[in-house]
């Protein structure tokens, strides 16, 4: 959490009449620090700054000397603990001296024993004395351990305890591990005169512990002693010690061991060699974590004695000084933020409401006065503030009447623009309405102008007679209607005739020529104003407005209604154009549908030309062979039974003669074949011949119920006769309207018979099918169209699948069985209707359900 | 310089402030003292020592520390099975006097502080080596076979006429047979005769004061173990009655009515112990714990016991003698 956002809640909230406002700025979309904030910020800020600066500078310091002190104080520490462990060699070495005396060598051995038992009383860490003589000769051993010796004359001329300590007087022997763990040492002391002896003692270094432990480095800090290879002699933990621990591997004892030889031995020596004390430095413990070590010499040996105290202890009063800091800095930071706050809160209250004064000023409240009395900058500045809101106000109220005036302006000019808009809409949309064009504008143009009366005129030849009025009683409208006006200076559009000019007149009364009888006591009217409308220089007619109170027309009311009039005579062109433009069309079109059934007749009778020469010559070609088949056919079924006649008088065997008959009747039934089949070609023949047929009888009015009813009885009984056990339901709904109709009866009953015949078979065929109850019916129905009628053929058979729909009316196609038809009725049917009667004929149906053909034509008979 | 004596609660003071004990833990901490003789009850003489240094070490019975002693009053067979019933009361580390303690512990694999009577532990197979012991027993060694050498010499020295020595000591223990060898065999270079008496059981003492009615010795060394300790008195009052000068191996027999004693302080050894228990209680393993060595060895010799006897040791052997009870 930055400082920022701290802050931020504790100036929202702070507002100075307590109420929790919406920050202005927030509705603006970007958080703005409020100025309480800001002050508060940087009090708080400088406050920080000047308590961290503070604070790190204090630790900085108290952490310097904290550590230059430890250091110090490890150094100290350091050199006694070296003295210590110097005084523990040097008490023993003291011991020792008892018996190095000139002459201790002369006392009985009695005695020397005694006094090394005593000795060994006063010293626990010696666990065995001998006295070795000027030879080297061991004279006297008295152990803790082992049994005492005198006299055993062992050698130890050659042993460095024997001639190192005669050179130097003494000497202390390296630390030896006994049994592994032990630490013992050996001190060897000359004695005193020529040829002296030596006095050896065994030391058990296991009794350091007791002074190393004795001596104290702070709260947890300890020391320990390592010999001149690094390995521990004495620790505060024995453990170590008995298991010969190596210390080398340290950095600060490695680098000790390097740098002991060249240390100065320490000023202000006593009687004792003072210890030489190495710089202390931060290290890592054997036993891990930073501490604070110093080390020094040991006087008289090659030992190092280490102190180490844990670093966090060592600096532990530049921790407190930290802490303290810290407690201070979070004071500050407290005292900072409230008196901030309170500081900026009262800094900041005459400037919000200067702030709201502003806004509310902004939100349009001009007469906003802010009333501060803090007796400083912010109160002049609300001054001015109270100052400027006045003379804005001032202005605002100037403004806002020229605004006042020059909207009234543009308001006038909007409408008279809106009302010619409207006009020019009214006259785009109903262009060919001249009446009610011309009544939109002159209502409008009176409207724009506030004259009540208004009256369109448009020339009659020599007159001038009302077309569109507006306002004006009907007792003048038929007044008007009544006195067309002519050209003339007693009317006001007479003389606009006369001039071409604009009449304008203000009082009617005060204009001495004017004479139109009583029209203005009829039209109430005081003041006038016509205006011409003028195409090519000829006057159309004219826009004729009137008041009834008198006053002139201003000039722009005058060019209003010049305008509307230039409108009118666009409108009337309009008109005019848009007549003639419709006449010819009309025209045209007649043409065009006249021109195209010309052609479509030609091109019927071409194609029914053709065809019928087509099929009139191939009948006329088919038709003599088709005689000689049929002829010799018949005439050898003759021939045949003359050959049976005369197979009977024939001697035979029965079995031949049977072969014989049999081949007879087989070539007889081959010939009934034939003459059958023959017979149908025969008929097909004359169908074409039918069919090429341009027009057989004449056509002539005929009573089209009366057509319909004999052909449906004609099929009727037909069918009966070629099927007795044939049944239908007959239905005729016919028109009695529709009475005669010009058509060639010949071939209009046979259409008629062909879709009946082809109903009926329908019809059969559904029964057979379907087998049930079902009711086979054909409709016959008429029906008056006026100059066209309507025959309708239904049946509810088998229906027409669509595929067969949109070939039937083909040559020769046909569903039925082969034999049945010839494919030729529809076709023919077509032909006649289409082709012959100008009609048409048109089929509808649903498979399954039913089939309707309906053929329509012409009364008045086909088109010639 | 200070004494011995008065560093050693130094020295337990120092340890116990160098290293916060458990005492401020909460944690209640079983420790077992397992002797293959009379148990080392919280009264009896090195059960108070005990108490004392582990009270030094912030461990107090009833507060902190649950301790349990047992005894096998040498009956050496029951020590696995009282070892199993402190550990099934929760003894979690034992304390043990005697080789036949701390090696039927190792057995058990129980951690485990001997202070006394553990010979010399390598030899015995107790532990790998001095400074790694390897295993859950660590301890104090008194190296005793040595220090027979030492009694002999402080025998000698009361009655310089010595030439027999009758030696007791059990024959079960392995320890203490190990040691009665050394003794005898440093005995014989020095010119004199051993007299063995091993036992095994208490019926074995009349047999062995028997032996000695028959053949009379200079003087008696006995080495401790639980029988013979357990049996110390009819020792203690055959010497008086035949003025046999006699010599034992730590101070509480001289203090008891023995002659002479010569022996590891046993104030330092239960010190030490009490110090190797609170490190194991924090964690450490035994077998990291090197196995320690004396380094005080106490000369007592008992005056009224002697006056008593009607014997006057020499003053040269007074002046040697660390405590001499009047």
Redesign the interface.
């Known amino acids: 959490m930055t400082l920022r956002d701290f802050i931020r809640p504790l100036g929202a909230t702070s507002t100075p009449d307590g109420t929790a406002l919406p920050h202005p700025a927030a509705s603006r979309g970007a958080w703005r620090a409020p100025l309480a904030t800001k002050l508060a910020t940087a009090l708080v800020g400088l406050v920080i700054l000047v308590l961290v600066v503070n604070g790190a500078v204090n630790t900085w310091l108290s952490y310097d000397r904290a550590k230059s002190a430890a250091l110090d104080v490890q150094q100290e520490k350091a050199s006694s603990a070296a003295v210590r462990v110097g005084e523990f060699l040097a008490e023993i070495e003291n011991q020792l001296g008892w018996t190095t005396g000139a002459e201790w060598r002369r006392t009985q051995p009695d005695q020397q024993r005694y006094d090394f038992v005593r000795l060994l009383r006063q010293v626990p860490a010696v666990t065995e004395l001998s006295y070795l003589d000027g030879q080297g000769k061991e004279q006297l051993k008295v152990s803790r351990l082992e049994p005492d010796s005198i006299g055993s004359g062992r050698d130890f001329s050659k042993d460095p305890r024997f001639i190192r300590a005669v050179a130097d007087k003494i000497w202390i022997g390296p630390i030896d591990f006994r049994r592994g763990s032990e630490p013992y040492m050996t001190i060897a002391m000359a004695h005193i005169g020529r040829e002296p002896g030596v006095t050896v003692a065994d030391v058990n270094l296991k009794l350091i512990w007791d002074v190393i432990s004795a001596i104290r480095v702070g709260e947890k800090g300890y020391a320990f002693v390592v010999d001149g290879k690094g390995r521990l002699i004495a620790h505060p933990d024995l453990s170590l010690v008995l298991r010969d621990t190596d210390m080398s591997q340290l950095p600060q004892v490695r680098q000790a061991l390097e740098d002991k030889a060249s240390l100065e031995p320490a000023p202000g020596g006593q009687m004792m060699a003072a210890p030489r004390v190495g710089t202390a430095a931060i290290a890592t413990a054997f036993e891990g974590g930073s501490v604070l070590t110093a080390y020094a010499v040991a006087p008289r040996t090659d030992w190092i004695v280490f102190v180490q105290m844990p670093l966090a202890e060592a600096l532990a009063s530049v921790y407190r000084s930290l802490l303290q800091t810290l407690a201070l800095l979070g004071l500050g930071l407290l005292l900072a933020l409230i008196v901030g706050s309170l500081l900026a809160r009262r800094m900041a209250a005459p400037i919000r409401r200067l702030q709201r004064g502003a806004e509310r000023l902004g939100a349009g409240d001009l007469s906003q006065r802010v009333d501060i009395h803090t007796g400083d900058e912010i109160e002049t500045l609300a001054d001015r503030f109270n100052q400027m809101a006045q003379r804005i106000k001032e202005s605002h109220d100037t403004l806002e009447a020229r605004v006042g005036a020059r909207t009234q302006d543009l308001n006038e000019a909007l409408r008279q623009q809106t009302a010619t808009a409207d006009v020019l809409k009214v006259i785009s949309r109903s262009a060919f309405d001249l009446k009610s064009v011309l009544t939109t504008l002159i209502e409008s143009a009176a409207g724009l102008c506030g004259a009540a009366r208004g009256v369109v005129f448009l020339r009659d030849g020599e007159y001038m007679r009302i077309q569109a009025h507006s306002g004006i009683p009907q007792t003048f409208v038929d007044f008007l209607v009544a006195h067309p006006i002519r050209p003339g200076a007693e009317t006001f559009t007479g003389r606009t005739l006369l001039t071409g000019e604009i009449t304008h007149v203000p009082d009617v009364l005060a204009d001495s020529e004017y004479d139109f009888g009583p029209a203005p006591q009829i039209g109430e009217f005081r003041a006038a104003l016509v205006v011409p409308l003028a195409r090519d220089g000829r006057i159309e007619g004219v826009f004729s407005l009137a008041r009834p109170e008198p006053g002139a027309f201003s000039h722009r009311e005058i060019e209003v209604v010049r305008t509307f009039a230039d409108q009118a005579v666009i409108a009337i062109e309009n008109v005019r154009l848009f007549e003639q433009v419709q006449a010819r069309t009309k025209e045209l079109a007649q043409t065009v549908d006249d021109l195209r059934t010309a052609q479509d007749r030609l091109i019927q009778s071409e194609k029914l030309a053709s065809l019928g020469q087509l099929t009139a010559g191939i009948a006329h070609e088919i038709k003599n062979p088709l005689n000689f088949v049929n002829n010799f056919a018949a005439l050898s079924r003759e021939l045949i039974e003359e050959l049976k006649d005369l197979l009977a008088t024939l001697k035979i065997d029965d079995k031949t003669k049977s072969e014989i008959e049999g081949l007879a009747e087989m070539v007889e039934g081959n010939l009934a074949k034939v003459v059958q089949h023959g017979k149908r070609a025969d008929s097909i023949v004359k169908n074409m011949l039918l069919h090429s047929r341009e027009s057989s009888g004449e056509h002539r009015p005929v009573d089209l119920n009366a057509t319909v009813e004999e052909a449906v009885n004609l099929a009727y009984h037909g069918a009966r006769a070629e099927r007795p056990g044939f049944n239908i339901t007959l239905v005729k709904d016919l028109d009695p309207s529709v009475g005669d109709v010009d058509l060639y009866p010949q071939e209009f009953t046979r259409v008629l018979l062909n879709l009946i015949s082809n109903g009926f078979y329908a019809a059969t065929k559904r029964k057979a099918e379907s087998r049930d109850a079902f009711e086979p019916t054909l409709t016959a129905s008429t029906r008056n169209l006026g100059d066209r009628v309507e025959v309708k053929i239904r049946d509810n058979g088998t229906g027409i699948p669509p595929e067969v729909k949109d070939k039937m009316f083909n040559p020769f196609f046909t569903t039925k069985p082969a034999g049945e038809g010839t494919g030729l009725g529809l076709s023919l049917s077509y032909d006649i209707i289409v082709k012959q009667h100008g009609g048409a004929i048109d089929v509808a149906t649903k498979p399954g359900e039913f089939t309707e053909f309906t053929i329509v034509i012409a009364r008045g008979g086909p088109p010639r | 310089?200070?004494?011995?004596r008065r560093?050693l609660p130094?020295?337990a003071a120092?340890?116990a402030a160098?290293s916060p004990s458990f005492a401020q833990s909460g944690k209640t901490l079983h420790l077992g003292a397992i002797a293959s003789g009379a148990p080392m009850t919280p009264d009896s003489s090195l059960g108070k020592i005990l108490i004392g240094a582990l009270a030094d070490l912030g461990y107090a019975p009833g507060r902190n520390l649950v301790y349990a002693a047992r005894g096998a009053l040498a009956d050496l067979a029951k020590l696995p099975g009282l070892i199993e019933e402190l550990r099934a009361a929760g003894s979690e580390t034992l304390v043990a006097i005697g080789y036949p303690c701390a090696a039927a512990a190792k057995a058990a694999g129980v951690p485990t502080v001997i202070f006394a009577g553990a010979g010399d532990p390598?030899a015995t197979g107790l532990i790998d080596?001095?400074?790694?012991p390897g295993g859950v027993v660590t301890g104090i060694s008194d190296?005793a076979a040595?220090?027979t050498?030492?009694r002999?010499?402080f025998l000698k020295a009361f009655s310089p006429q010595l030439k027999r020595v009758a030696m007791l000591w059990n024959t079960d223990d392995r320890a203490m047979t190990l040691r009665y060898q050394a003794s005898a065999e440093?005995a014989q270079t020095?010119g004199l005769i051993v007299q063995p008496l091993g036992v095994r059981e208490p019926d074995d003492f009349n047999g062995a004061f028997a032996a000695m009615d028959r053949d009379k010795p200079d003087a008696i060394l006995m080495v401790a173990d639980a029988l013979t300790a357990l049996n110390r008195k009819r020792v203690f009052e055959y010497a008086a009655a035949h003025r046999l000068p006699a010599i034992y191996e730590s101070d509480s027999f001289a203090r008891e009515g023995g002659l002479m004693s010569y022996g590891a302080d046993q104030l330092e050894s239960l010190t030490r112990a009490a110090s190797m228990v609170d490190?194991i209680f924090k964690g450490a393993r035994p077998g990291?714990?090197?196995?320690?060595?004396p380094?005080?060895?106490l000369f007592v010799v008992n005056m009224k016991t002697a006056r008593a006897m009607g014997l006057e040791p020499p003053v040269?052997l007074l002046?040697?003698a660390?405590d001499v009870i009047e």
Request: charged share 20%.
């Open positions: 310089m200070l004494t011995r560093m130094c020295l120092a340890c160098a390598v080596t001095w400074a790694h190296i040595t220090l050498v030492k002999l010499e440093t020095q490190r990291d714990i090197p196995f320690e060595q380094t005080r060895y040269t002046a040697l660390d």
